[in-house]
């Protein structure tokens, strides 16, 4: 067996609404599933999900209040005011300062913008800020993805005379701030038709209104916070990633030009992976390591030289980010696993001075993949006696929810169910911890902390086509609510698989079933081609490409899980300099050593496991081993092969790793014959007493027999009481009772170990593994008897 990494979930289709949209739409079986099972079941739904077009976009004065912003902004504009853009230092802040400003500068506006510094300010609007901003002259402050929580602040802002306008998307708490006005898709009371828009989609929202018609070109500003925040795809989500990445392809803009060179995209596809693993992460690194003033002034300068400038120095910051990244998550991963034991610690709450706040949300995520339990962050602050984190989460552990039951202890806190940031004191880091794993314990089960993965659809090796996969990535832009199809393939057999990559740590397989074959390739999956025998079927699910080369393009699997249902044979037959290796790597814990003969540790050269090596002489033996047996590894062969299927039959093993060794080759010696038996008898009766120990050698050569056959036919006189052995001298016994070769021990003792190698050292793989597969199978229909 193997089992997946993760637990999957696989969505069952209803195969009416499926094979009507794929009739009414002339699109494949395959597509059709999976719009289903996103729950476009309409024609006309599923036509203007997969025609992204821009008059989806919804009116943007459904927002609540965006008249009287707009009013203010106009007026704003007509009297000269000064007017302030207060964003946020990720990139889905600066793409929205960046929509914000470009909209209001069209408009003839007054205009600035102002993002906080996460070190010496912290998110969100701040009380300093806005009495800078008071005493700057400025009468209208514009906040883009923040501000929703800032009621201290707009209390200010009320007192210094400034009219405060909050634009923001995050969770909005019982208590507005007294703004001028609120925009927000999930405002208390409003009635917008889509609430999950990113910071930048609100201010994108604002521009149209402001411009009076759909800005396109702000699109390309737009999908970058709109990716990078991991917002879901869908409604206008979709629209603007999809139009926005159009856009960018095309971009004249010289900032973003200069930053897809730096990050070698330039005359490549722009698609969602462009933003999220590209554009996204450089704009982010600015903010994480000092002001992201820079961000924005490189999105808004017209000047190519400045451009590449700046990109420059963005690229730069970004490789100490990754640095910097890296450095930490090793050191939390060590403090995770010498002080909070996964078993006592069902959320991770880690704090450490010296840690840069800017890139501890990257080593929440990282411990999430690592652990897959909820992880706070903290990086401590001991002169002001405070600790500032960030924290993931993972499936059925709402964050926003959970962190809000301790307000009382967090005096800034923010963010959504899957990602939060908080500031609280030293001395409550602990209570924190506790409360949430308390909290954890009653909500998490055991279940929960193996990660899920949704798999989309069931599909055959005749499903998948080029022409297929084509269609499907028209599903495209692909993220949250939106992600990229996984299927999955059942039983199917293995035609290849093989290590790759100069580590060898990534993988190739073919897959293949009735004929019909399939490229695959898993990044990091190399170990699979250790974890899976020649012969086994398997279950795995991946996200299907189609691969381009030299012209040619066939269809490809990209391998995310893989599981195997029934028990594995690993063939280590006449595989002596492996097996050590084999042993140093193997999960020693998953696995029984077994030996029947104690000599065979010596000859193998396994002393240093010899502690670990279970003797089995007896059925006796068997018992203590029969609970721990998940791996059984089979070093030689037993005497007699009813031990064999006793142990077999009692641990029922997921594994078994044949090795099989053996002093003698009886299989390649000769078998007496009843006349080679009947001329030694009579040869014996001449000669006795016969000095077997001088004069074997000499016998053997006469007879063309070899000296092993001598001595073995000797025994079988001895255990017939048919002659007498004494220092080497043969007698024969008068009159000795009538008896058969199946009488001496001997003799049977030779036909078993004959058998048993024929059936299980010299037998091809298929061979082998049949034999086994009928001993277990007995031992599973003699289990269900007994059940039943």
């Known amino acids: 067996m193997l089992q997946s990494k993760s637990r999957w979930i696989i969505q069952d289709c209803d195969r009416i609404l499926s094979e009507a949209l794929s009739n009414e739409l002339n699109i494949s079986p395959l597509v059709a599933n999976l719009l289903v099972n996103r729950g476009i079941v309409t024609a006309e739904t599923a036509n203007q999900f997969l025609n992204k077009d821009a008059a989806n976009f919804h009116d ?140 930048v989609g609100v201010a994108f929202k604002v521009a149209h209104a402001l411009l009076g018609k759909l800005p396109k070109h702000l699109l390309e500003f737009a999908v970058i916070g709109t990716i990078s925040d991991l917002v879901p795809l869908k409604d206008e989500n ?246 990229k199809p996984l299927v999955c393939l059942e039983d199917v057999s293995l035609q290849q698989i093989r290590k790759i990559g100069s580590g060898m740590n990534h993988l190739k397989v073919i897959f293949e079933k009735d004929g019909q074959v399939l490229d695959a390739v898993g990044f990091g999956y190399g170990y699979l081609a250790d974890e899976i025998s020649p012969l086994s079927t398997v279950k795995v699910v991946g996200e299907l490409s189609i691969n381009e080369w030299n012209g040619f ?22 595989k002596k300099e492996i097996i050590k290796k084999q042993l140093q790597s193997s999960n020693r814990t998953q696995e029984t050593m077994i030996a029947f003969r104690e000599e065979t540790i010596a000859r193998l050269q396994l002393e240093d496991w010899k502690h670990q090596i279970v003797l089995v002489r007896d059925l006796n033996s068997i018992d203590h081993i029969r609970n721990n047996s998940k791996s059984l590894v089979i070093l030689d062969l037993p005497y007699d092969s009813i031990l064999l299927k006793n142990l077999l039959q009692l641990t029922m093993p997921e594994r078994i790793y044949a090795v099989l060794d053996h002093e003698d080759e009886h299989f390649f010696s000769t078998l007496p014959t009843r006349d080679h038996f009947k001329w030694y008898y009579a040869f014996l009766l001449k000669q006795q007493p016969f000095n077997v120990n001088k004069y074997a050698d000499a016998l053997s050569k006469k007879k063309g027999w070899s000296k092993e056959t001598i001595h073995f036919m000797t025994q079988v006189f001895f255990d017939l009481e048919f002659a007498k052995i004494e220092n080497g001298l043969i007698t024969l016994v008068e009159n000795p009772a009538k008896r058969d070769f199946e009488s001496s021990k001997t003799y049977n003792q030779k036909q078993e170990l004959l058998k048993m190698e024929a059936e299980l050292v010299y037998s091809s793989y298929q061979s082998l593994k049949d034999w086994f597969d009928r001993v277990i199978r007995t031992s599973c229909i003699v289990e269900e008897e007994v059940v039943s």
């Open 238 to 483: 979709r629209l603007i990633a999809s139009l926005g990445l159009k856009a960018m392809q095309n971009t004249t803009n010289p900032g973003l030009r200069a930053l897809l060179k730096i990050a070698g995209m330039e005359d490549k596809e722009i698609n969602e992976e462009t933003i999220g693993f590209a554009i996204g992460p450089r704009i982010n690194a600015v903010g994480r390591l000092g002001s992201a003033d820079p961000a924005v002034e490189l999105l808004m300068t017209d000047s190519k030289e400045e451009a590449e400038m700046i990109a420059a120095e963005i690229d730069e910051i970004n490789r100490d980010r990754q640095t910097l990244v890296n450095e930490i998550t090793e050191a939390a991963i060590a403090e995770v696993e010498k002080h909070f034991p996964l078993e006592e610690n069902k959320v991770l709450v880690i704090a450490k001075e010296g840690w840069n706040p800017g890139v501890i949300g990257i080593v929440a995520s990282r411990l999430v993949e690592k652990f897959y339990r909820p992880a706070i962050v903290l990086s401590i602050d001991r002169e002001k006696g405070v600790a500032k984190g960030s924290a993931r989460s993972i499936e059925g552990f709402d964050l926003f929810e959970n962190l809000s039951t301790c307000r009382d202890i967090l005096p800034h806190f923010g963010g959504h169910a899957m990602a939060a940031g908080m500031t609280l004191k030293l001395e409550d880091v602990k209570t924190l911890r506790n409360r949430l794993n308390h909290l954890a314990s009653e909500i998490l089960t055991e279940e929960d902390f193996t990660p899920l993965m949704n798999v989309d659809i069931r599909c055959s090796l005749d499903d998948v086509s080029v022409a297929t996969i084509e269609e499907m990535l028209q599903l495209a832009p692909f993220g949250v609510g939106n992600p």
């Open 60 to 199: 943007p004065f459904l927002l609540d209040s965006m008249d009287i912003a707009i009013a203010r902004i106009e007026t704003a504009i007509e009297n000269n005011e000064k007017i302030l853009v207060y964003g946020d230092y990720d990139a889905d802040g600066v793409s929205s300062t960046t929509v914000m400003v470009r909209a209001l500068e069209e408009k003839g506006a007054r205009v600035d913008f102002y993002i906080p510094n996460r070190f010496t300010e912290g998110y969100g609007p701040n009380e300093a800020a806005f009495r800078w901003a008071g005493n700057e002259g400025y009468t209208v402050i514009i906040t883009v993805d923040t501000g929703i929580s800032a009621l201290h602040e707009a209390k200010i802002a009320k007192e210094l005379g400034i009219d405060l306008i909050i634009t923001d998307h995050h969770e909005v708490s019982p208590e507005l701030p007294e703004a001028f006005a609120i925009i927000h898709p999930r405002k208390p009371g409003g009635h917008y038709p889509f609430g999950e828009l990113a910071g």
């Open 553 to 574: 393009r066939k269809p490809q699997l990209m391998l995310k899980d893989a599981a195997v249902e029934e028990w594995q044979l690993f063939d280590f037959r006449g």
